[in-house]
Structures are given as C-alpha cells and as structure tokens.
Antibody, heavy 125, light 104 residues
Framework: EVQLVESGGGLVQPGGSLRLSCAASGFTVINNYMSWVRQAPGKGLEWVSV???????YYADSVKGRFTTSRDNSKNTLYLQMNSLRAEDTAVYYC???????????????????WGQGALVTVSS | DLTQAPSVSVSPGQTASITCSGD??????VSWYQQRPGQSPVLVMY???KRPSGIPERFSGSNSGNTATLTISGTQAMDEADFYCQVWDSSTALFGGGTKLTVL
C-alpha cells in the first residue's frame, strides 16, 4: 500500500528556515517523480516543486531560490528545505507522488496519484 | 490560467457538472482532485477521462476546446467537497481555483 507521511511542520518567524520530510512506503521514491503542493488557509492548491527520477528539480517562481527539494534514497524520504520564509508561505504542505505521461513530440503530462496528510507551516512573528 | 466557478449546487440523485476553462485547454490533458473538508486531495480523474481504481463510475470527464468538465451522475451527499482541475504546462503544474460542490 502506498503511503506518504509528512513531518517537520511548525511555527517559524519571518526570515527563518524549516525542513519538511515526506516518508514514503509502498514504492521507491528514486524511481518516481515527486512533487510538493501547498494550500494556504482557506485557499486553493498551489504547486511548489518537483524532483524527477534523475534528481533534477523544478520550482514555482514564488519559491525559486528559497526552497530546495531533495531526497534520501536510503530512507526513501523526500525533503523540502524552506529558507527566507515569508508570511505568504503559511500553508499546509503536501507531498505527492507525481505520475508522468509522455505523448506527442516531447510533450509530458503530470498528475498526482497519492498525497500525504499534509504538514502545517505557519510563518509569523 | 485555469478558471473554475467558485460554487455549484446539486440535489441528491441529480447530475453535477464542474467546469474548468483555459485557453486551448483541449490541447492539454486535465486531472481532477476531490478534497473533502479537513482532508488531503484525492485524484478522481486523469488524462481527461480516466478514473483511478476505487473511484465510482458515476464520475466521468471530458475535455474539448477551451473547457474540461467533470460530471458526477447520481450525486450523493458524500460527493460534497471542493474540486480542483490541474494541467501541466512548461514544467509547472497549474491548478484551477477550485469549485465547492454542495449537495442539498
């Protein structure tokens, strides 16, 4: 059974740092794309980042240069290192398994078939 | 950008249609997620019209032109939730703003 369990959320001051973890079971993180998606209180879903099976990472403009996604293959765990945090980063952060489908000439399509329970990050003084 | 109506209401047993609009959306694949209050999103449709295992047959999807539609036939009280459409474009996932489905 596929499971994703986030941890590491909490209260942090503006400008501070926090690292989220996402422990996976039932599949191997290194063989899959993995994404982070966040949801501000009372708002919709916002994609944050993806790491592909080769370890390449891509980020939303809103977090580029401040957030870093990585993984530990021995622990089958995904991480999101968040630096220079701002009030607008306050959200529940979900990790999700990212399925990719290639079609046409060089086109790709991603969707998220499994989600964790989420970790709340609150940025406030 | 993906545009969704903020809310849709439907009576139990009736058909609910939730739409997602975007420029040439029919040229892309669309996914749909259901999020019940206090829960994580759940994939209910992918590649426009494919249902993941465990999703009831009353959920169906279509995508053409500038509009993708998630249709729920014989809507039940348990279907009440927020629904989000999603596409992949230029190495980025884009979500619609979400539609709150009320079953009353």
């Amino acid at each position: 059974e596929v499971q994703l369990v986030e941890s590491g959320g909490g209260l942090v001051q503006p400008g501070g740092s926090l690292r989220l973890s996402c422990a996976a079971s039932g599949f191997t993180v290194i063989n899959n794309y993995m994404s982070w998606v966040r949801q501000a209180p009372g708002k919709g879903l916002e994609w944050v980042s993806v790491i592909d099976s080769g370890g390449r990472t891509y980020y939303a403009d809103s977090v580029k240069g401040r957030f870093t996604t990585s993984r530990d293959n021995s622990k089958n765990t995904l991480y999101l290192q968040m630096n220079s945090l701002r009030a607008e980063d306050t959200a529940v952060y979900y990790c999700a398994r990212d399925e990719i489908f290639h079609y046409g000439s060089g086109m790709s399509y991603h969707y998220f078939d499994y989600w964790g329970q989420g970790a709340l990050v609150t940025v406030s003084s | 950008d993906l545009t969704q109506a903020p809310s849709v209401s439907v009576s139990p047993g009736q058909t609910a249609s939730i739409t997602c609009s975007g420029d040439k959306l029919g040229d892309k694949y669309v996914s749909w997620y259901q999020q019940r209050p206090g829960q994580s999103p759940v994939l209910v449709m992918y590649q426009d019209k494919k249902r993941p295992s465990g999703i009831p047959e009353r959920f169906s999807g279509s995508n053409s032109g500038n509009t993708a539609t998630l249709t729920i036939s014989g809507t039940q009280a348990m279907d009440e939730a927020d629904f989000y459409c999603q596409v992949w474009d230029s190495s980025t996932a884009l979500f619609g703003g979400g539609t709150k489905l009320t079953v009353l």
